[in-house]
């Protein structure tokens, strides 16, 4: 009897290991993966193939905001607020916009090698602001990815601009 409580014990012990160091390794999930450089992709700056950790591309980005019914039009390569050595991809929002309005709805895309150096470019962005009086966009981050949000707000309403509750949406489906 006593050498069938061993065994049982054994048999138990056995399968709690194998359960434990058995499992196959999960899929990863393509959004968190390292992307490849993609030649003559002026935005995806990870040509330098050092990115780790979760990483998005301008594509992952754009096609989050086109998700959230955010037509992306004007797609150009910014030369404002360069930010830590990296350009923007500016895309108007606001078809509608009056012709003598002057001020457009836009967002400015930065994609950056990694979080640090997203952070790197959005303390860089502070300190250029720092020398205007101007309006601030709204900042939305994730990982790699720096948005600025330029909207017609006042400050005190810049959390009801037209497009930051999709903008907010976009990026939380991303995190996801």
């Not at 993609?38 to 950790?53: C, E, F, I, R, Y």
């Not at 012709?99 to 400015?108: P, Q």
């Not at 601030?136 to 330029?150: D, R, S």
């Amino acid at each position: 009897m006593r050498g069938l409580k061993m065994l049982t014990l054994i048999w138990i012990s056995l399968f709690a290991l194998a359960g434990c160091f058995g499992t196959e390794p999960r899929e990863p999930d393509p959004k968190q993966t390292v992307e490849q450089a993609q030649v003559g992709n002026p935005m995806d700056s990870s040509a330098a193939g050092k990115a780790t950790g979760v990483r998005f591309t301008l594509e992952h980005v754009e096609e989050a905001l086109k998700g959230q019914g955010i037509d992306l039009r004007s797609k150009h390569l910014s030369p404002d607020w360069v930010l830590s050595g990296v350009q923007a991809m500016m895309y108007a929002l606001d078809e509608n916009q009056p012709e003598d309005s002057g001020i457009e709805e836009r967002i400015s895309v930065y994609i950056f090698d990694t979080e640090e150096e997203r952070i790197q470019g959005q303390a860089d962005f502070h300190k250029q602001t720092e020398k205007y009086n101007m309006q601030v966009p709204n900042v939305h981050e994730l990982a790699n990815v720096l948005i600025l949000y330029w909207h017609r707000e006042s400050l005190d309403e810049a959390a009801n601009a037209k497009w930051e509750q999709d903008i907010k949406s976009a990026l939380s489906l991303l995190s996801v």
